[in-house]
């Protein structure tokens, strides 16, 4: 189970694959079945953020451990740099001091990523192997916090917030590159696709592969902003 080199052979849509799948869509419904008796209980709520704000340390700092434990830990692959690492930092500011401005920039990159890593992930290991289990469960309690300040909290996107998160990322993204052709990683998918077939290896490359990423970006961020433009015209 946690051997690193047993259990490299991940299904896409594989029966576990299916299972967490659905354990998404129902935790994203349970949020949205109790959230008027959530909203009235501030030490439920208050208990809710501090387990969300465990799993993610727990998560993110077993990983580290498990790889450093095994001697496979590589600059080139455990860094936490990846989108979704950053995310993952980002909501647990958001977790420790609650805001609605800290809210704007963590709802676009905090919602696709996961749930896209969710749906198509980049990742070696099968069921039941410890990195498989970890995998899943950090990317969707990152999916569960923004429905969670969505739903529960009433935190609202607002318009300008799409600027503002293209601008972070690509802030980001300019080190992130740097570092990438130092060490040869890939940290956010800069230098290519990942080797599973996801949606990035339709993007073509060289040039045309960032300025597709670009154009994901926006179109992304813009469809995740576009129910909240749809529920004001109602």
């Known amino acids: 189970m946690f051997a690193p080199d047993q259990l490299q052979d991940f299904q896409l849509f594989s029966t576990a694959h299916l299972v967490f799948i659905g354990v998404m869509i129902f935790i994203i419904l349970l949020i949205f079945m109790f959230r008027k ?5 501030k030490s439920t709520k208050q208990a809710i953020r501090w387990g969300f704000l465990s799993i993610l340390i727990l998560s993110e700092g077993s990983y580290q451990f ?3 434990a095994h001697g496979i830990w590589d600059p080139r692959w455990h860094l936490p740099l990846q989108l979704c690492s950053i995310s993952s930092f980002a909501i647990i500011y958001l977790l420790l001091k609650p805001s609605e401005a800290r809210f704007q920039i963590v709802y676009f990159i905090a ?3 996961p749930f896209l890593a969710v749906l198509t992930p980049d990742l070696l290991y099968g ?3 410890y990195r498989f289990f970890q995998f899943f469960i950090h990317h969707i309690t990152l999916l569960a916090v923004v429905f969670f300040y969505v739903i529960v909290e009433k935190y609202r996107p607002k318009l300008f917030s799409i600027l503002k998160a293209a601008l ?3 802030l980001l ?3 992130i590159s740097y570092l990438n052709k130092i060490i040869g990683a890939n940290y956010m998918f800069l230098e290519g696709p ?3 077939n ?3 290896s339709w993007f073509g490359e060289g040039l045309w592969y960032i300025i597709n990423l670009e154009i994901a970006m926006i179109v992304a961020f813009t469809l995740t902003y576009l129910p909240f433009v749809l529920a004001k015209r109602q």
């Open 37 to 41: 008796e959530l909203r009235g209980n």
């Open 111 to 113: 919602l696709i990523p």
């Open 66 to 68: 498990w790889s450093l």
């Open 173 to 175: 993204a300019l080190p």
């Open 168 to 170: 972070f990322i690509n």
């Open 198 to 200: 996801t949606p990035l």
């Open 194 to 196: 990942p080797a599973t």
């Open 127 to 129: 069921n039941p192997h």
